[in-house]
C-alpha cells in the first residue's frame, strides 16, 4: 500500500521528544514555519538554551546528548516568547507550564500477543475518567474492569484524555492533543489501565478530538498557522485541513492517531464531531486518516478502528473508499438514539421535535438513518441521505451516553425520567438491537447522580462565556432554570458514580438485567450476528407495540414491545413453528408486575404483553 503522506510530497517529519535509552539523546522536531530563530529551553540539570536548526517546510529540528526522562522543556520563539511544546507527550504542570520528555519504551506491556476483538463483536461502555470512581484517575478504574467483564462489556470507551485545563472537564477542551491528562495520573498510568484492559480481554476506545482545540492554553496560534478563518465552528475557528501549510497540519492529527495506537496500544478511536471537519480537498482528511491507519494495521497484522460521530446522517462516512465513502469503520448513530428517548419519555423539545412516533425507531431499527433525506423540523431543511444498504456493524447505538446525558440542564440520566419498566425497555432496545451497543457508565444499575457539564477555567472571561453558552444552548428545550454552574467543584462532584448503588434493590436487579441481556446477545446467533438483511421489523401504531425478527441459519428469535403504559392483547405476525421464550421484562425475577406470556407460543397465538414491557422469543427446532 502506498504512503499518501508521501505521495502528497514534501519530507514530514516526525514531531514532538522522542527520547533514545541507548545513548541517553533526546530528538527535538518542531513545526513552525514563520519563525525566524527557534530555541529550546532545558530546565535541568540546568537551565540551559539549545538552537534548533531550521529544516524544510517549517520544520525545526535538534538532538540533545546525555539528557534523561522527566526532564522538562520549553521552546524560545524568535528569542522573545516561551511556550510549551505543541506535541508535548506530557504536561505536568497543566496547559501554561513546560513539557515533559517521555520515555515510551521504558514501559513494560504484558499483552503481547493481543489481536483486538472485531467491532462487530464489542459490547462498548463509556466511562469519563474523573466521575467514574471517587478517585477520579485511570489506576483506580482498574480494580472496577472485572466488574465490566462480569456484567460482559468488551470494550472500555475512554472520553478525552488530552491535556486540559485545570483538573476538571469533559475533555473537549484538550489544548495538547498527544499530553495525557496528568489529573488522570499522566502517561504511565493510562497505559497501565489499557494494558490491563487487554490483560482481561477488554478492547480500548479512546475518544480523540480532531475538529478543533480549547482556548485555554492553546499556544498553537505562535507556531503555525493550524487554524483558518474560511470556516467558521460551534468552537470557534476551524482547523486548517485544506489551506495553505495544511499537508502539515493534517499531518499532526495523522500522527496523534497512529501515537495512541503504537505507544499506548488503544485499539480504535472515537473522532469526535467529524461534521466539524472543513475541508474541500479531493481527498478529504477523513479519507487520508483512514488510509494512513488501515496502512499501520497492515503492518501490525491486526486491525485498528475509527469510529465516526457525525450530526450530518451522511453515510458516506462509513461507505468504503472504493464506493466514494470515507471508509471509517463505525459511526454513532443519533437518530437510534432521539427515537428511543422521544419514545419512551414523550420529550419533544429540542431536537426531539423530529422524532417520538413509533415508525421512527422501527425506521432506524430497519435502517440506521431515520432522516435519510426528508424535512427536519428542527433543521428547517432536509436532512441526511439513506444508510439502508450500509451493513448494520457500522452503526454504534444507545439509550445514553455523554452528551445526551451532560447536555441536558440538569444532566439527568433516563433513570430519572421513567419508569423502571421503561429502563428494561430501554436497555432491550439498544443491546437486542442488530447494531453495535454502547452502555454509557452507571446505566447498567440505574445511576441516578446526574452527569453534569463541568469545568475548571483560570481565565474570568472565558468562564463567564462558558455560563452564557450553557444557558443559551438550552433554550430550545425550553428550560428556563439557572443551569448548574460548570466552573464549580460541586458540580462536577454531583456527577460522580455512587458504586454503591449497584448492589440494593432495584439497581441491583436492573444489574443483573443486563447481564442476562448481553449473554443472550453474545450466546444466541441471530441475536450476535449484525446484519439488516437477516432482520424484519413489524410496528402497530395503534397498540403502539414494536416487533422485531432477526435470524441466523436455522436460529431465529422473535421480540415483542409493548409501548403503552397499559397491557395490550396481541395477534404479533409470529412465523410458523413454536416458539420457546427466553426472557421476559415483566417477570417477578426482574422486579417486574408479573407475566401474562406462555412459555411457548405458536403462529396462530395472541398473547397480552405487559405495560412496558418486552419479550424474546426463540424458534424451537425440531
Not at 8 to 15: N, V
Request: aromatic share 14%; charged share 25%.
Amino acid at each position: 500500500m502506498t504512503d499518501p503522506v508521501k505521495e502528497r510530497g514534501g519530507s514530514l517529519m516526525k514531531i514532538g521528544a522522542y527520547y533514545s535509552r541507548s545513548d541517553d539523546t533526546c530528538e527535538f522536531i518542531l513545526w513552525a514555519p514563520f519563525a525566524e530563530h527557534m530555541s529550546l529551553k532545558l530546565f535541568t540539570p540546568r537551565e540551559r538554551l539549545v538552537p534548533l536548526e531550521k529544516m524544510e517546510q517549517g520544520y525545526w529540528r535538534t538532538t540533545v546528548h546525555g539528557i534523561s526522562p522527566d526532564t522538562l522543556y520549553s521552546f524560545y520563539l524568535n528569542n522573545k516568547s516561551e511556550r510549551p511544546d505543541p506535541s508535548s507527550f506530557y504536561q505536568p504542570g497543566g496547559v501554561h507550564k513546560a513539557s515533559q520528555i517521555i520515555d515510551h519504551a521504558s514501559f513494560e506491556w504484558h499483552d503481547t500477543g493481543w489481536q483486538g476483538i472485531p467491532l462487530s463483536q464489542t459490547i462498548m461502555y463509556e466511562v469519563h475518567t474523573g466521575t467514574f470512581t471517587a478517585e477520579g484517575t485511570f489506576d483506580a478504574i482498574i480494580p472496577r474492569l472485572e466488574d465490566l467483564k462480569d456484567l460482559g462489556i468488551n470494550a472500555l470507551e475512554i472520553m478525552p484524555v488530552a491535556q486540559f485545563p485545570g483538573e476538571r472537564n469533559w475533555g473537549y477542551d484538550g489544548v495538547y492533543p498527544f499530553a495525557v491528562q496528568n489529573s488522570y495520573g499522566g502517561p504511565d498510568s493510562l497505559k497501565r489501565l489499557v494494558n490491563a484492559c487487554h490483560v482481561k480481554g477488554l478492547s480500548v476506545i479512546l475518544d480523540v478530538v480532531y475538529n478543533h482545540l480549547g482556548p485555554e492554553g492553546n499556544y498553537f496560534w505562535d507556531f503555525g498557522p493550524y487554524f483558518t478563518d474560511r470556516y467558521k465552528t460551534p468552537w470557534g475557528k476551524a482547523i486548517n485541513f485544506d489551506g495553505p501549510y495544511s499537508n502539515e497540519v493534517r499531518y499532526f492529527f495523522i500522527e496523534n492517531a497512529l501515537y495512541w495506537f503504537e505507544h499506548y496500544h488503544i485499539d480504535a478511536l472515537r473522532l469526535d464531531a467529524v461534521h466539524g471537519f472543513y475541508d474541500m480537498s479531493a481527498t478529504h482528511f477523513l479519507q487520508e486518516l483512514t488510509q494512513r491507519v488501515k496502512a499501520f494495521s497492515q503492518h501490525k497484522g491486526r486491525a485498528f478502528y475509527l469510529i465516526a460521530e457525525s450530526d450530518l446522517n451522511n453515510s458516506r462516512v462509513i461507505r468504503p473508499e472504493k464506493s466514494g465513502g470515507d471508509g471509517l469503520d463505525a459511526s454513532w448513530c443519533d437518530d437510534f438514539h432521539h427515537a428511543v428517548h422521544a419514545l419512551l419519555t414523550g420529550e419533544l423539545s429540542g431536537y426531539y421535535c423530529d422524532f417520538g412516533e413509533l415508525h421512527h425507531l422501527a425506521k432506524s431499527m430497519e435502517e440506521g438513518y431515520v432522516y435519510s433525506g426528508q424535512y427536519s423540523r428542527f433543521r428547517k431543511r432536509n436532512h441526511g441521505n439513506s444508510s439502508r444498504d450500509v451493513p448494520a456493524e457500522r452503526f454504534v447505538v444507545f439509550s445514553q451516553n455523554h452528551d445526551q446525558v451532560g447536555n441536558r440542564m440538569e444532566g439527568e440520566r433516563l433513570s430519572s425520567l421513567v419508569s423502571f419498566e421503561s429502563l428494561k425497555q430501554a436497555a432491550g432496545i439498544v443491546i437486542l438491537s442488530p447494531y453495535i451497543p454502547l452502555l454509557f457508565m452507571g446505566e447498567e444499575y440505574g445511576e441516578s447522580a446526574p452527569f453534569l457539564y463541568f469545568v475548571s477555567h483560570v481565565d474570568l472571561q472565558l468562564i463567564e462565556a462558558v455560563r452564557q453558552g450553557r444557558r443559551k444552548e438550552f433554550e430550545s428545550f425550553g428550560w428556563k432554570k439557572e443551569p448548574p454552574d460548570p466552573q464549580s467543584s460541586e458540580t462536577f462532584m454531583r456527577s460522580k458514580l455512587d458504586w454503591n448503588r449497584r448492589n440494593h434493590g432495584d439497581n441491583s436487579v436492573l444489574l443483573k438485567f443486563y447481564r442476562e441481556l448481553i449473554r443472550l446477545r453474545k450466546e444466541v446467533p441471530s441475536l450476535a450476528h449484525l446484519d439488516k438483511d437477516m432482520s424484519e421489523v413489524w410496528s402497530d401504531v395503534n397498540e403502539k407495540s414494536l416487533m422485531l425478527k432477526r435470524w441466523k441459519g436455522e436460529n431465529r428469535t422473535f421480540l415483542l414491545f409493548n409501548f403503552k403504559k397499559e397491557d395490550v392483547l396481541l395477534a404479533p405476525p409470529i412465523p410458523e413453528g413454536k416458539w420457546i421464550k427466553l426472557l421476559d421484562s415483566s417477570e417477578e425475577q426482574w422486579n417486574g408486575p408479573g407475566t401474562f406470556l406462555p412459555e411457548r407460543t405458536g403462529a396462530d397465538g395472541r398473547v397480552t404483553l405487559r405495560g412496558e414491557s418486552f419479550a424474546l422469543y426463540l424458534k424451537e427446532n425440531t
